[in-house]
């Protein structure tokens, strides 16, 4: 196999990068030694002990001059012990400090030791620059090229490594400087200190030559798997990490179905929790094909069970797991069948349709005669009898394997719909832009890909999420053509959307027409929170939406009315701000309980309307953008639900009103909306995003069409529905 050269990756000599790190570690840790006196061979001026083949690697000067008795030489001896040392220190850090007194002496010096840049600086100093510390970026390199070539030549190598009949000559104090095990070896009074051989016992010549290789150049040429392996283990009894980490660099890239559970192993033994994580994800993302292998069969019961529980897992479909299942078991039936039970429990049985379940799944002997695998087909079977009472049956094998929420948005419209117009790409109601691969680089979602819609398009809606479903509600419909645009009336319309088989469902209709009032998840069940009625009357009602019985109730009435309203749930407190009131915008804050009813907060800086509100962590609620009298407006506040109070954060870059806003981990994503900039407040297609720990705003994406009055939610999607068109 073609050799594989690892090193720096790049030219760039990047501070995080392995090979560049041992370097510089390297150099440290020799000025360690030199400061405690390890292993000095060499003094200088009678007073300062170093190493010769520091010195040589460093300078053609002691390069040439391989006699200790260097030393003693008049050139050298002529020149003021500071300038010595202000030398010696260049030689182990790379950097020199100049001063008036000391720049003429270390200038002669320089150029007896021929070090080019040390005459430099000083020729820099001496006219008049202000620095007085100077450190050179070239010198690790050129000295790791140095060194490399005196272990190769032999030069003032003083130990001969003896490792499987095989002969390697280095420098003692290299291997000390670079490796805990020589440095334990060598400096701690082991017989080895005084021995001029040192034979290492149970490794391989090839492991310790590529081992010494990467000490002396920074850089190791890994041939295949199988070297890598063997490089892997010699440098983990030699304590070299960062070989390690190239090693497990080099091994993940080269992971495949047939070599990744072998890898694995390695990486338990060794510890190495960085390889062991990649080969996970590796077969997180490989799971079907790497089922058809043998190395899947031999696989423990507590290996399968880690993968096929976890939501990282990619495949199509519950099914292919419950198949890979089904085959590891009957590869050794008799042993393997009193673990199918624990097994097939984390098979998400209740994500297969009902016909699935019936031809693959009732079939399997053992599914039917072990009482546990029954249970589980009769769990799945209860949930697929009634959809109103999916939320109460909520477990961990109901839920969609995805690691990251995407980012969904209902609705909206568009400049065309508010001229009594509608655009033909635009017949899907809802549509997705996964942010997590954004963010991640990934080409192939860069793109917005449609879901399927519950009906006509409708805008000044509400969504909410809960228990892994997305909930519609309220708003105005517009139907494909708009003859009249003052036609629009606000809906009681709801409609419950399940990632899980990417359905809507029609629910029971709210017991009030709504539109832009807010829907808040509390305590299982759903709030519809003022708004304005299908008269545009301002309201104070408040609805429940209980899910087994699908029915919408009238709870607690707020104090006063309000439409244009933002609100949130912010650890497990349902929050309002703002709105509309009586035709006058408001500053308000207050939290709504229906049974304890309404308790004002601080007021917000700024009186808004049209505006978003999301909650961050437990304690943080922002308000963002909406608008302020007739303009659209920039204005973020932070409100700290402990403290009672409001400050102000970045504004957003460009202001809106009537947009979406979704938040998944620390980010915060704002979509669409209305510009006061543009004629008539024409909608957007922007998508900026605000980065709640460095209080920075960004662009980051266009929507697919300008849109304003859309809604918008984080939800976890199946990969068959965020890949549809290409599974």
């Not at 150099?27 to 003094?43: A, K, M, V």
């Not at 992971?255 to 996970?280: G, M, P, Q």
């Not at 509600?473 to 959307?497: D, H, K």
């Not at 980051?700 to 068959?720: D, F, N």
């Amino acid at each position: 196999m073609a050799s594989n050269k690892v090193a720096d990756d790049s030219h760039h000599n990047s501070d995080n990068k392995p090979s560049f790190v041992h370097a510089v570690k390297l150099q440290e840790n020799l000025q360690t030694l030199q400061n405690d006196g390890h292993l000095c061979d060499f003094t200088l001026c009678e007073t300062h002990k170093v190493h010769h083949v520091v010195l040589a690697a460093s300078s053609p000067f002691f390069e040439v001059n391989e006699n200790p008795d260097v030393s003693n030489n008049d050139s050298l001896g002529k020149h003021p012990e500071r300038a010595v040392k202000e030398l010696i220190n260049y030689l182990y850090t790379s950097k020199l400090q100049l001063t008036a007194d000391t720049v003429d002496d270390i200038h002669l010096l320089g150029k007896l030791l021929q070090l080019s840049f040390v005459v430099e600086s000083c020729d820099r100093f001496s006219k008049g620059s202000k620095a007085t510390v100077f450190s050179n970026p070239s010198f690790v390199k050129d000295f790791m090229h140095k060194l490399d070539v005196l272990q190769k030549a032999g030069s003032l190598c003083d130990v001969d490594i003896l490792v499987d009949k095989c002969t390697i000559k280095a420098h003692r104090v290299i291997l000390a400087a670079s490796s805990d095990y020589f440095r334990a070896m060598f400096t701690s009074g082991m017989k080895e200190c005084e021995q001029s051989q040192v034979e290492l016992h149970g490794l391989s010549a090839k492991g310790v030559s590529s081992c010494i290789e990467f000490i002396y150049s920074s850089e190791v040429k890994l041939e295949g798997v199988e070297h890598a392996e063997n490089v892997l283990s010699t440098a983990c009894m030699l304590q070299l990490p960062l070989l390690v980490e190239l090693c497990c660099q080099y091994l993940t890239k080269t992971l495949d179905v047939n070599t990744c559970i072998h890898i694995a192993s390695l990486a338990t033994l060794y510890s190495l929790s960085t390889l062991k994580s990649a080969v996970d994800l590796f077969i997180f993302k490989n799971f079907p094909k790497f089922s058809q292998t043998e190395h899947f069969l031999n696989l423990s019961a507590d290996e399968l069970m880690f993968y096929i529980d976890d939501d990282r897992l990619e495949v199509k479909n519950e099914l292919e797991v419950f198949n890979a299942v089904v085959k590891w078991v009957k590869h050794e039936k008799k042993a393997r069948v009193t673990d199918a039970k624990r097994l097939m429990s984390c098979v998400r049985f209740p994500l297969l349709y009902l016909e699935e379940l019936r031809v693959h799944v009732i079939v399997v002997d053992f599914m039917i005669e072990d009482k546990g695998c029954k249970a589980l087909i009769e769990e799945a079977m209860m949930y697929h009898s009634n959809p109103y009472l999916e939320n109460k049956l909520q477990n961990r094998r109901t839920k969609v394997r995805s690691d990251s929420p995407s980012v969904v948005f209902v609705g909206g419209e568009s400049k065309a719909d508010q001229n009594g117009q509608r655009r033909e790409d635009r017949s899907e109601a809802s549509e997705v832009y996964n942010m997590m691969f954004w963010e991640q680089e990934a080409e192939k979602d860069l793109e917005w890909q449609p879901l399927c819609t519950p009906g006509l398009i409708r805008a000044n809606h509400a969504v909410a999420v809960m228990d892994g479903f997305l909930y519609l509600a309220g708003g105005y419909e517009m139907p494909q053509y708009l003859s009249v645009v003052g036609s629009l009336i606000n809906t009681a319309a709801c409609f419950r959307y399940d990632p899980r088989f990417d359905i809507w469902l029609h629910l029971s209709p709210m017991k009030c027409s709504r539109g832009n009032f807010s829907l808040l998840p509390w305590k299982g069940r759903l709030y519809a929170i003022g708004g304005s009625n299908d008269r545009l009357k301002t309201l104070a009602s408040v609805e429940a939406y209980t899910t087994e019985v699908d029915s919408w109730e009238f709870v607690r009435s707020l104090e006063e009315v309000i439409c244009y309203q933002a609100a949130c749930v912010c650890d497990g407190t349902m929050y309002i701000s703002g709105g509309y009131n009586d035709d006058v915008f408001t500053n308000h804050m207050f939290t709504y309980n229906p049974t304890l009813g309404v308790t004002y907060r601080e007021p917000m800086q700024h009186a808004r309307f049209l505006h978003s509100m999301c909650s961050v962590g437990s304690t943080t609620i922002l308000a963002i953008g909406g608008r302020a009298r007739d303009n659209s407006f920039n204005q973020v506040e932070r409100y700290d639900v402990t403290t009672d109070a409001w400050t102000t954060l970045a504004p957003i870059p460009l202001p809106r009103s009537l947009m979406g806003t979704v938040i998944i981990g620390n980010k915060v994503y704002v979509l669409g909306g209305q510009d006061p900039d543009r004629e008539k407040d024409d909608p957007t297609d922007s998508v900026q995003s605000y980065d709640v720990d460095r209080n920075e705003w960004k662009m980051v994406s266009r929507l697919p069409h300008t849109l304003s009055g859309l809604a918008a939610c984080a939800i976890h999607l199946p990969r068959k529905v965020r890949y549809k068109e290409r599974t």
